[in-house]
């Protein structure tokens, strides 16, 4: 079982690249380690209302079920990482940010 933040993050490079809508935080990758050593994996986490629509693909693409995962806001938590030119970065949450789980 892993449990922890589910992060989508919008990824901006110096250089102007920029990844948006990545599955990010804690609990995906400890899940990702898990998955090295057992397919016997659950997902146990807060969730945003839209968060199959950014990431049921991988979940079930990769066998782990959704059923622990628990709606509490409308919006996943959403960030912006933006990186300067010396490889340091700020953290910048988007609108659609709930300010909180609870």
Do not use: Q
Not at 35 to 46: E, F, G, H, I, P
Not at 65 to 91: F, M, S
């Amino acid at each position: 079982m892993a449990s922890g933040y589910v992060i989508i993050d919008d990824i901006e490079y110096a250089d102007g690249k920029t990844i948006k809508n990545r599955l990010g935080g804690g609990a995906v990758f400890a899940m990702s380690g898990m998955k090295l050593w057992t397919d016997d994996v659950l997902s146990v986490n807060y969730v945003g209302e839209d968060f199959v629509d950014y990431f049921g693909g991988w979940f079930g693409k990769n066998n782990i079920p959704l059923e622990g995962n628990r709606v509490r806001a409308k919006y996943t938590i959403h960030y912006r990482l933006v990186y300067a030119e010396n490889g340091t970065y700020v953290c910048v949450p988007t609108k659609e940010n709930p300010e909180a789980y609870t």
